[in-house]
């Protein structure tokens, strides 16, 4: 009785150690393993007896399919719900990690964290206009675009409640410097007049953004004059002429100055005359950089969710694969110890027991992973973002994320097929003849 306690301890560390290597093991190591684990089955006494052996149980699973069905559906929705949760944050910090470049840079207030707690004074904007590695247009103009922020309520397509929009006014050269976006419909707003292009994003989210529509902002009518695309998180603002927007809005400063800096070179001297003008007291930081700061911390929250979810189904779905193969043990014991009774050792029974819940994992995962792609890629949803306002984004089912999904299976696989394969290898030959 002691010597089998500390063989189930040892057991279970085993297995610990085991999933710790699994979870954390690269694509090629796997393919390492499973081309060993094929020469071994193919080329070894042992591993041919294991191999027949996972044969005969194959062989009868469309016989106890109702049973075997527990494991696949039970795998298949702890993968599929492990992926479209993962796709939902890598998609999130796809768009933002999208938004913005190396070539340019956003200026906030010196220890602002995003615009929604940033002021730039009118008075800095020409000052900052003035730094070197600003690039120019061919007027000579530097490529600057003092902008502001306002959170505004729309309604939402989808059940028609108020959600938050960002309402972006820009400057001038705003479409130079932010140049992803595009004119896809319409026209371009006219300074000094309030008029709107709406993001294509925001326009599938939101009600009233089609083109030639009026909507009440801030107590004034607006009329939507055009929509663009950016395939970034710009996709999901409304844009205007920043002067109007803060009139309209009492807003007498801006929030952050967009910068197209003249490459690599010019964001270093850019900020590096920056933090030499005593004037200034400004942080500058690339838009690649700063977008994808923005989108970190969601994606993480969104990441250990997911995992937490999954796991916990993940463990329902261990104790119904326990449960199923037990039975399928105990329901075959004659058959096991027959092949035991003729030669077979301990460990290829084990190995059979153990490839035919593998299998069962390894639909089980493609089922799930197939699922959720068909589902939820591309699959557009909204979030708020770090400015209160709504970010459109796409679920991202990448291979990456289908590949964690059937590593999650074949871990579930191992661990609810190990221990009903050391009973089946420990089975006394006499007692399961007797008893069956």
């Known amino acids: 009785m002691k010597n089998q306690w500390l063989w189930n301890v040892l057991s279970i560390l085993l297995l ?8 954390v093991l690269p694509w090629y190591g796997v393919l390492a393993i499973a081309v060993l684990l094929a020469l071994w089955l193919l080329l070894t006494r042992s591993g041919r007896l294991a191999l027949a052996a996972a044969r005969i149980g194959i062989a009868s699973l469309p016989q106890r399919w109702g049973a075997s ?8 929705g702890v993968v ?20 913005g470049d190396e070539v340019s840079t956003i200026v906030l207030r010196g220890g602002s964290q995003a615009e929604t707690n940033s002021v730039i004074t009118r008075d800095q904007v020409p000052l900052v206009s003035s730094l070197a590695g600003i690039a120019r247009d061919a007027d000579g103009r530097p490529l600057v675009s003092p902008e502001l922020s306002q959170v505004v309520n729309l309604p939402s397509k989808s059940d028609g409640t108020d959600v938050n929009a960002q309402f972006r006014g820009v400057g001038e050269l705003a479409w130079t410097v932010h140049d992803k976006v595009r004119i896809i419909e319409g026209r371009k707003f006219k300074p000094g007049l309030r008029e709107i292009v709406a993001g294509q994003g925001a326009r599938g989210q939101f009600r009233g953004l089609e083109v030639g529509k009026d909507l009440e902002l801030g107590n004034q009518r607006w009329t939507v004059v055009g929509v663009f695309a950016s395939g970034d998180a710009h996709d999901s603002e409304l844009w205007t002429d920043a002067e109007t927007l803060g009139s309209t809005y009492n807003r007498s400063a801006f929030q952050s100055i967009s910068v197209r800096n003249d490459g690599k070179a010019g964001v270093a001297a850019f900020k590096a005359a920056m933090a030499a003008d005593p004037r200034l007291k400004l ?10 700061k923005q989108s970190g911390q969601l994606s993480k929250l969104i990441s250990i969710l997911g995992t937490v979810i999954g796991a916990i189904m993940a463990i329902g779905a261990v104790f119904g694969a326990l449960n199923t193969m037990y039975a399928a043990v105990a329901g075959r014991a004659r058959e096991i110890a027959t092949m035991r009774a003729i030669g077979f050792r301990g460990l290829p029974v084990v190995l059979a027991v153990m490839l035919e819940t593998m299998l069962l994992a390894l639909v089980g995962g493609v089922l799930g992973g197939l699922v959720a792609w068909a589902i939820f890629n591309g699959y557009s949803v909204s979030t708020l973002g770090n400015n209160f306002s709504q970010v459109v984004f796409q679920f991202k089912v990448s291979p990456e994320l289908l590949w964690t999904g059937l590593k999650w299976a074949l871990g579930i696989g191992l661990v609810g097929g190990l221990f009903p394969a050391l009973r089946a290898a420990r089975l006394p030959v006499t007692t399961a003849l007797r008893d069956a």
Do not use: C, K, P, R
């Open 69 to 76: 069905s527990v494991i696949v559906v039970g795998i298949a």
């Open 80 to 99: 599929g719900v492990l992926v479209a949760m993962l796709a939902m944050g890598e998609g999130f910090q796809a768009t933002l990690g999208s938004t």
């Open 16 to 23: 610990l150690v085991g999933l710790a290597i699994w979870i």
């Open 283 to 292: 942080d500058v930081e690339t838009t690649h950089d700063y977008y994808a």
